[in-house]
């Protein structure tokens, strides 16, 4: 099978999914993980971990609960969406986004997002970060 119809694929009655496969039914959840973990391998996706100092970097192949994190990191920093927004589309707590916006996205592109937002007039004033602690860093 072949990742077929995400958005426009033909869809056999009753399959309201957003992803099916080339006969138009549901993705079963474990061939849909398998399918995307093939995808990523072939096309040499993965994730580099470079936290400790002096070691040489762990490589992991990526796996579909992975792309969930990108997308969200991707919502935090190229969209005007809040964490209350983002956690609505992705079926997460506000405080879940929170946490994952100060662990995963880095400073820089944090001020520049919230830069863009203030330039709009689009930020939420009443927004509170939460501090960051070393045990949310695991």
Request: proline share 5%; hydrophobic share 35%.
């Amino acid at each position: 099978m072949r990742i077929y119809g995400i958005v426009t694929g033909h869809r056999a009655p009753g399959v309201d999914t957003v992803a099916v496969t080339a006969l138009g039914q549901s993705w079963n959840l474990d061939t849909l993980s398998k399918e995307v973990t093939r995808l990523a391998k072939t096309a040499g996706v993965v994730h580099v971990d470079t936290s400790k100092p002096g070691q040489p970097p762990r490589i992991r192949r990526k796996h579909l609960h992975d792309f969930r994190g990108t997308f969200v990191t991707r919502l935090m920093t190229t969209t005007d969406l809040t964490d209350e927004q983002i956690a609505d589309i992705m079926g997460w707590s506000p405080t879940d986004i929170r946490r994952i916006r100060t662990i995963y996205v880095d400073d820089y592109a944090r001020s520049v997002a919230l830069g863009r937002r203030i330039k709009r007039g689009s930020v939420n004033r009443d927004c509170k970060p939460e501090p960051r602690r070393w045990s949310d860093q695991r």
